[in-house]
């Protein structure tokens, strides 16, 4: 399995409305119209199948902050940062530190309390390599509290 695939053209204006919301230019994008706002929990746990394997979201303090984990047969791969309302989801931004000079933005399609669709940019390949990526589809439930 190789999960390294160009972004979808389904997939690119969930990213582009997710950039064009936190007002970045990184991308040259289409005109976006943004939907109505997600109802994003404080604190939650989404966590299901995608693709060819599994994820998980969990949302921390008051759902501001944001850890994305994916594993498959050939990766496994994690991210964390600061979690913005956008549209029909959120997006997950992974600041830059000394060993990764660029920010990380991941836009999260949500529906339902499902999550649905994840897309990334470009620069988020310096945080999982080659043999992953945050570009997928699948259902991830909104899990139940403990």
């Known amino acids: ?6 972004l979808s053209a389904a997939r690119r204006p969930l990213l582009a409305a997710g950039l064009v919301a936190l007002g970045l230019n990184a991308l040259v994008l289409s005109a976006v119209v943004m939907p109505a ?9 989404y ?3 995608v693709d060819e394997g599994s994820a998980s979201l969990t949302l921390t303090a008051g759902g501001q902050k944001g ?8 990766c496994s ?3 964390s940062g600061d979690i913005t309302e956008m549209g029909r989801g959120m997006l997950l931004t992974v ?16 529906r339902n309390g499902v999550v649905t669709d ?10 999982h390599g080659a043999d992953c990526d945050f570009d997928f589809s699948g259902n991830m439930a909104r899990q139940p509290p403990p």
Request: hydrophobic share 40%.
């Open 95 to 110: 600041p830059s530190d000394d060993l990764h000079p660029e920010q990380c933005h991941i836009a999260l399609l949500a």
């Open 1 to 6: 399995m190789h999960w390294t695939t160009p």
């Open 67 to 74: 850890l994305l984990h994916i594993q498959s047969a050939s």
């Open 77 to 79: 791969a994690s991210v």
């Open 47 to 49: 966590a299901g199948k």
């Open 37 to 45: 706002r997600a109802e994003t929990p404080a604190n939650a746990v």
């Open 118 to 127: 994840a897309s990334e940019e470009v620069s988020c390949r310096q945080w």
